[in-house]
């Protein structure tokens, strides 16, 4: 039987870092893109 829960989470952990690093990055970009146009 193959443990498809401890597969799932093993998806999870490793794409989770990705998701909230592309979070944050385009909310830097977003504020920088912001802060250039009121320049």
């Not at 999870?12 to 250039?36: H, Q």
């Amino acid at each position: 039987i193959t443990p498809w829960w401890s597969l799932s989470a093993a998806a999870l952990i490793s794409v989770a870092p990705l998701i909230i690093v592309a979070f944050i990055v385009e909310r830097y970009l977003s504020k920088g893109n912001l802060s250039g146009a009121l320049k």
